[in-house]
T-cell receptor
C-alpha cells in the first residue's frame, strides 16, 4: 500500500520554463513533507520541505505547495535549468519529529531540455 | 568530514549467502536508516535507529537485520540472500528532529 504516490514517472520541460512535479498521499497523519533530488550513481540530497501548518514554502527557484484537503503537494521549479535534470522524490513523515522516519514516493524523472 | 560512507559500492552474491553492508557517519547524527531503491518502487525503509542501542523495523524488514552499537555505525546484515534482494541500498543519517537526511552514495547488490 503506497502511502506516498508520484503518478508521473517522468516529465520533460524546456529550459527556462516551469517544472511542476506532483505528489499525492493517503495518510492524513502526515505532518511534514520533503522533496529530495537524486542524480544517477549518487545518494538523494535534500531539496526543500514544508510543515503541515503551512501551504507554501519557497527557496530560490524552488517552491513547494501543500493542499491538505486534497492530500496533494507539488514542487515548482522556475526557471528550469538543465542541471535540474534528476529524479525527484517526495517524502512524508507522521512521527512529529520523534523518529525522523520518512516514507518516500516512487520518484519522477525530470529532463530539462536545453 | 566524510559524511555518510557506505561499503562496498558493488557486490554480487549467490543465493543463500550472507553478508553485511557497512554504513558509517562522522557527523554525530542520532538518527540512521537503511532504504532500498527498486525500479517503480521508489525508496523503501528497511530499518532505522534513533540512537545507539535502539533499532526498529521499517516498511520492508524481512530478510534483514541491523544493530547500532555505536553512534557512528549502522550495518545492515542479509541473513540468507535471495534474488528479490537485488537492489540499490542507501544508508542515511540526520540529527534527531531533522528530516534533512544525508545519504550515502549507495551499494548496488545483485543476488544470483
Amino acid at each position: 500500500d503506497q502511502q506516498v504516490k508520484q503518478n508521473s514517472p517522468s516529465l520533460s520541460v524546456q529550459e527556462g520554463r516551469i517544472s511542476i512535479l506532483n505528489c499525492d498521499y493517503t495518510n492524513s497523519m502526515f505532518d511534514y513533507f520533503l522533496w529530495y533530488k537524486k542524480y544517477p550513481a549518487e545518494g538523494p540530497t535534500f531539496l526543500i520541505s514544508i510543515s503541515s501548518i503551512k501551504d507554501k514554502n519557497e527557496d530560490g527557484r524552488f517552491t513547494v505547495f501543500l493542499n491538505k484537503s486534497a492530500k496533494h503537494l507539488s514542487l515548482h521549479i522556475v526557471p528550469s535549468q538543465p542541471g535540474d535534470s534528476a529524479v525527484y522524490f517526495c517524502a512524508a513523515s507522521d512521527s512529529g519529529g520523534a523518529t525522523n522516519k520518512l516514507i518516500f514516493g516512487t520518484g519522477t524523472l525530470l529532463a530539462v531540455q536545453p | 568530514n566524510a559524511g555518510v560512507t557506505q561499503t562496498p559500492k558493488f557486490q554480487v552474491l549467490k543465493t543463500g549467502q550472507s553478508m553485511t553492508l557497512q554504513c558509517a557517519q562522522d557527523m554525530n547524527h542520532e538518527y540512521m536508516s537503511w532504504y532500498r531503491q527498486d525500479p517503480g518502487m521508489g525508496l523503501r525503509l528497511i530499518h532505522y535507529s534513533v540512537g545507539a542501542g535502539i533499532t526498529d523495523q521499517g516498511e520492508v524488514p524481512n530478510g534483514y537485520n541491523v544493530s547500532r552499537s555505536t553512534t557512528e555505525d549502522f550495518p545492515l546484515r542479509l541473513l540468507s540472500a535471495a534474488p528479490s534482494q537485488t537492489s540499490v541500498y542507501f544508508c542515511a543519517s540526520s540529527p534527531q528532529g531533522d528530516y534533512g537526511y544525508t545519504f550515502g552514495s549507495g551499494t548496488r547488490l545483485t543476488v544470483v
